[in-house]
T-cell receptor
Framework: DAGITQSPRHKVTETGTPVTLRCHQT?????MYWYRQDPGHGLRLIHYSYGVKDTDKGEVSDGYSVSRSKTEDFLLTLESATSSQTSVYFC??????????FGPGTRLTVT | GENVEQHPSTLSVQEGDSAVIKCTYS??????FPWYKQELGKRPQLIIDIRSNVGEKKDQRIAVTLNKTAKHFSLHITETQPEDSAVYFCAASLRSSNTGKLIFGQGTTLQVKP
């Protein structure tokens, strides 16, 4: 668990403001993922990265962008936060094929 | 698009009984099927997984079975204990190349009554 951290852990922001969430890993894993978790929807993939500067969209990518300039950091940006983006956001990392390990999560509230 | 259906959404058992959670997937190319346990307010944690070349895998009180023909897989927990109470998620890999993408079921809330 200590190999993945997320910051901030909690955030309250206003509609229309930009927000950046950070995922940091010390495991040197190649793959990194951002999910959101909402009641009744399980975990849904927002964006993922398969290497430095290599990113792609997941199933719920609208309104989100990502960047990965270093192996250890994967940033998720909400360009203009909306109330529908209130959620718990989890970062995950993976090395071999498919096994993913999750960070502690960030609870985001957009008012 | 591809999806994973998970049933039941809630499950309540008495301590010591067995619990079974079932998932069905749509992508015939899926070859990796993990199960995650999430306690309240915590992160999902990988508890067991199975690959398509194996029909069953056990780890102490938990086991997973896979039927590729029917495209379904199940989690079995025997001798349940109160600490097994949590939300359980199944997932299946997607056919997309070299990305390790998973698609998750909606989750099952398991309650083990003492």
């Amino acid at each position: 668990d200590a190999g993945i951290t997320q910051s901030p852990r909690h955030k309250v922001t206003e509609t229309g403001t930009p927000v950046t969430l950070r995922c940091h890993q010390t495991e040197n894993h190649r793959y990194m993922y951002w999910y959101r978790q909402d009641p009744g929807h399980g975990l849904r993939l927002i964006h993922y990265s398969y290497g430095v500067k290599d990113t792609d969209k997941g199933e719920v990518s609208d309104g989100y962008s990502v960047s990965r300039s270093k192996t250890e950091d994967f940033l998720l940006t909400l360009e203009s936060a909306t109330s529908s983006q209130t959620s718990v956001y989890f970062c995950a990392i993976g090395d071999n094929y498919y096994e993913q390990y999750f960070g502690p999560g960030t609870r985001l509230t957009v008012t | 698009g591809e999806n994973v259906e998970q049933h039941p959404s809630t499950l309540s058992v008495q301590e010591g009984d067995s619990a079974v959670i079932k998932c069905t997937y749509s992508d015939s190319a899926s070859n990796y099927f993990p199960w995650y346990k999430q306690e309240l307010g915590k992160r999902p944690q990988l508890i067991i997984d199975i690959r398509s070349n194996v029909g069953e895998k056990k780890d102490q009180r938990i086991a997973v079975t896979l039927n590729k023909t029917a495209k379904h897989f199940s989690l079995h927990i025997t001798e349940t204990q109160p600490e097994d109470s949590a939300v359980y998620f199944c997932a299946a890999s997607l056919r997309s190349s070299n990305t390790g993408k998973l698609i998750f079921g909606q989750g099952t809330t398991l309650q083990v009554k003492p």
